[in-house]
């Protein structure tokens, strides 16, 4: 009698199999490293956004009501003052005007922000 033997399934050696299963654990740890970061680290932190209107001249009394006083003190008036008042933001942007008339003084709006 002639038996025949159904096909035998193709077998996996070890060391790929072994090889595979470190792979996908190795992407399901990056995975959860990942979202763990995006999560706990920040990623949907607010930008924190501080705008300061400056008038800078020599006479208080004249300045905008709106504007806080600065002494002008010469051409980095501005720019020293305002990494004074923001040292701990990454961005610092100051857009000068002249003042109202009479006023004898400048109007400037410093923009400091974190990211």
């Known amino acids: 009698m002639n038996e025949t033997r159904p096909p035998s ?4 050696p070890m060391s790929l199999r072994f090889r595979l299963i470190v ?3 190795i992407v399901a740890a990056a995975g959860a490293v990942w979202a763990a970061l995006t999560y706990w680290g920040g990623a949907d932190k607010k930008q924190e956004v501080v705008v300061y209107r400056l008038c800078v001249g020599s006479d208080r009394s004249k300045c905008p009501a709106d504007a806080s006083f600065v002494r002008n ?3 980095e008036t501005v720019s020293r003052w ?3 008042q923001c ?3 990454k961005r610092r942007r100051i857009i000068v005007n002249d ?3 009479g006023c ?3 109007v400037a709006d410093v923009t ?3 990211e």
């Open 9 to 12: 399934p193709r077998r996996v």
């Open 23 to 25: 792979g996908a654990v």
């Open 73 to 75: 003190e010469g051409e």
């Open 82 to 84: 305002a990494q004074r």
């Open 87 to 89: 040292p701990s933001y």
């Open 99 to 101: 003042g109202p008339a």
């Open 104 to 106: 004898d003084c400048t």
């Open 112 to 114: 400091c922000s974190s």
